[in-house]
């Protein structure tokens, strides 16, 4: 037979999601494991959001909506932009999508050409240059060390633009750093971006889950320049405890938002109608229970920072955002642990698994090699149970 697409062939399984996958095998199994790897809140999906889910079914609003989602939805999208970062859209520049992942991946479908460069602020999201493949893409990795707190300059960002250069992909607070950009850092980035005329596709899906009272900067915020070449990508996953709903949205120039909702019209067409209702609800409703789950993310993140720069061989620096936490175990490189020679994130990771019966997520394909990846989207118990385990599993090795 014919062989298949060469793009579709290069495309690597998600790391997370596979890490994830061997934790439930082994749950499923009976065994004792701790998991640390998804990047999905454990909290319910609020009340008031489940039950305008329920009430569309039982309304039979269940059936085709335009591709680019609801009016309502793109209308409450609007008044979220604006209520939270003072951002002005209309509705017609709002594309709702199946996730934010897959705004991402549209928003690059949209603007990208084969050959295109595509700038990463590394360590990055596994999935963004993966999908700059699928796009017919290169990308161009700019890694910020854990001494930058794993942040880009503005001064590297414009070293690795070429004339080959679309667009430059940004994620604030990052998965899987949890660091955010201050304000003046993405003013200098703005300002690379608009001199070197390159689109940006801003990340913003953990806007909501930025702790010490940081503030949040809308990159499309900046400027009237630098909001018309970019790309906001948003959802309701993270911030509202709604990850199986599949709602993300994207915020841009009407001609971008144009061709996107033409992309979608002939590839999924809009999300699930249930879900399109629920997520106007979770938008333009009570907002108190997403800064309950906030407060205790921020709590478990002490907790679990403090405790892990106690454990010896270990460290981390503390996120700023988000609900992830960036181990480093370079000093357990070329060491022999339980018989095996520590090669890589992955041989530690893995062997954690198998020994101490905990999940993380190796960050070799993040662009961060000898960092493992903890999500503390889980309980206080939990977390203890983790930490107890790896002190055990570095002592015993």
Same mark, same amino acid.
């Given at each position: 037979?014919?062989?298949?697409?060469?793009?579709?062939?290069?495309?690597?399984?998600?790391?997370? %999601?596979?890490?994830?996958?061997?934790?439930?095998?082994?749950?499923?199994?009976?065994?004792? /494991?701790v998991?640390?790897?998804?990047?999905?809140?454990?909290?319910?999906?609020p009340?008031?959001?489940? +039950?305008?889910?329920?009430?569309?079914?039982?309304?039979? +609003?269940?059936?085709?909506t335009?591709?680019?989602?609801?009016?309502?939805?793109?209308?409450?999208?609007?008044?979220?932009?604006?209520?939270?970062?003072?951002?002005?859209?209309?509705?017609?520049?709002?594309?709702?999508?199946?996730?934010?992942?897959?705004?991402?991946?549209i928003? %690059?479908?949209?603007?990208?050409?084969?050959?295109?460069? /595509?700038v990463?602020?590394?360590?990055?999201?596994?999935?963004?240059?993966?999908?700059?493949?699928q796009a017919?893409?290169?990308?161009?990795?700019?890694?910020?060390?854990?001494?930058?707190? #794993?942040?880009?300059?503005?001064?590297?960002?414009?070293?690795?633009?070429?004339?080959?250069?679309?667009?430059?992909? %940004?994620?604030?607070?990052?998965?899987?750093?949890?660091?955010?950009?201050?304000?003046?850092?993405?003013?200098?980035?703005?300002?690379?971006?608009?001199?070197?005329? $390159?689109?940006?596709?801003?990340?913003?899906?953990?806007?909501?889950?930025?702790?010490?009272?940081i503030?949040?900067?809308? #990159?499309a915020?900046?400027?009237?320049?630098?909001?018309?070449?970019?790309? $906001?990508?948003?959802?309701?996953?993270?911030?509202?405890?709604?990850?199986?709903w599949?709602?993300?949205?994207?915020?841009?120039?009407?001609?971008?938002?144009? /061709?996107?909702?033409?992309?979608?019209?002939?590839?999924?067409s809009a999300?699930?109608?249930?879900?399109?209702?629920?997520?106007?609800?979770?938008?333009?409703?009570?907002?108190?229970?997403?800064?309950?789950?906030?407060?205790? #993310?921020?709590?478990?993140?002490?907790?679990?920072?403090?405790?892990?720069?106690?454990?010896?061989g270990?460290s981390? $620096?503390?996120? +700023?955002?988000?609900?992830?936490?960036?181990?480093?175990?370079?000093? #357990?490189?070329?060491?022999?642990?339980?018989?095996?020679?520590?090669?890589?994130?992955?041989?530690?990771?893995?062997?954690?698994?198998?020994?101490?019966?905990?999940?993380?997520?190796?960050?070799?394909?993040?662009?961060?090699?000898?960092?493992?990846?903890?999500?503390?989207?889980?309980?206080?118990?939990? $977390?203890?149970?983790?930490?107890?385990?790896?002190?055990?599993?570095?002592?015993?090795?």
């Open positions: 037979m014919k062989p298949i697409s060469r793009i579709a062939a290069g495309v690597q399984a998600s790391t997370t %999601l596979v890490i994830d996958s061997l934790f439930k095998q082994m749950k499923a199994e009976g065994k004792d /494991v998991g640390f790897g998804a990047g999905e809140p454990d909290f319910p999906t009340e008031h959001i489940k +039950q305008a889910g329920i009430e569309a079914i039982e309304n039979n +609003q269940t059936r085709y335009p591709a680019a989602g609801l009016m309502e939805l793109r209308e409450a999208a609007c008044y979220r932009l604006k209520a939270d970062f003072g951002l002005d859209y209309e509705p017609k520049q709002i594309v709702v999508a199946s996730g934010a992942k897959h705004s991402v991946y928003a %690059l479908m949209t603007l990208c050409n084969p050959g295109d460069e /595509v990463i602020a590394a360590p990055y999201w596994v999935s963004y240059s993966e999908m700059v493949q017919g893409a290169v990308p161009v990795i700019v890694t910020a060390e854990e001494e930058q707190d #794993f942040k880009i300059t503005a001064a590297q960002l414009e070293a690795a633009i070429t004339d080959k250069a679309k667009v430059f992909m %940004l994620n604030s607070p990052c998965n899987p750093t949890g660091m955010v950009y201050t304000r003046e850092e993405l003013e200098a980035i703005a300002e690379v971006c608009c001199r070197k005329n $390159i689109y940006v596709i801003a990340d913003e899906i953990y806007c909501n889950l930025v702790y010490d009272d503030e949040f900067v809308s #990159f915020s900046l400027n009237e320049d630098v909001k018309n070449r970019t790309i $906001i990508v948003n959802g309701v996953s993270k911030s509202y405890a709604m990850t199986g599949r709602i993300g949205y994207s915020a841009s120039n009407p001609e971008l938002a144009r /061709v996107m909702s033409n992309y979608l019209s002939h590839s999924t999300p699930s109608t249930i879900s399109q209702y629920a997520a106007i609800v979770a938008l333009k409703g009570p907002q108190e229970d997403m800064q309950v789950m906030k407060q205790a #993310f921020e709590a478990r993140r002490d907790h679990l920072v403090e405790r892990m720069n106690r454990i010896e270990v981390c $620096i503390k996120p +700023q955002g988000a609900f992830y936490v960036m181990m480093n175990m370079k000093n #357990f490189l070329g060491k022999t642990m339980y018989g095996k020679k520590i090669e890589s994130a992955e041989d530690f990771a893995q062997l954690f698994l198998e020994k101490g019966l905990v999940a993380t997520v190796p960050c070799t394909a993040f662009a961060a090699p000898g960092f493992v990846r903890w999500s503390y989207a889980t309980s206080l118990a939990e $977390i203890d149970k983790g930490l107890d385990r790896l002190e055990e599993f570095i002592k015993n090795a």
